[in-house]
């Protein structure tokens, strides 16, 4: 069974960091990618960003490249997302998800989803 735990969100300032963990389990983590997805209060959900040892460089999103840096440690099976210069813009629930694929990032992922962890950045 595939399971993803998303951890790191919290409530903070803007302008401070956030590290966002996706602990992962039930499949070869190397084989897939995996991809951080947000979603604010009453938007839709939308893609961040995405890591794949398949794929060259990550993807980001626009709206936080430069700011937010996606990595993974392949031995621990855990992605991470750290996030800096945080605005009120980014407050949303934040979901790592296995993907087949980084791009298009909507398009890649195969169903399997954590189950998100809040982030909330004040002004």
């Known amino acids: 069974e595939v399971q993803l735990q998303a951890s790191g969100g919290g409530l903070v300032e803007a302008g401070v960091s956030l590290r966002l963990s996706c602990a992962a389990s039930?499949?070869?983590?190397?084989?897939?990618?995996i991809g951080w997805f947000r979603q604010a209060p009453g938007k839709e959900r939308e893609g961040v960003s995405c890591i794949s040892s398949g794929e060259s460089h990550p993807y980001y999103a626009d709206f936080v490249k430069g700011r937010f840096t996606i990595s993974s440690d392949n031995a621990k099976n855990t992605a991470y997302l750290q996030m800096n210069s945080l605005t009120p813009e980014d407050t949303a629930v934040y979901y790592c998800?296995?993907?087949?694929?980084?791009?298009?990032?909507?398009?890649?992922?195969?169903?399997?989803w954590g189950r998100g962890t809040q982030v909330t950045v004040s002004s």
């Open positions: 039930g499949f070869v983590f190397d084989e897939y990618a």
């Open positions: 998800a296995v993907l087949y694929f980084c791009v298009p990032i909507d398009a890649g992922p195969t169903g399997s």
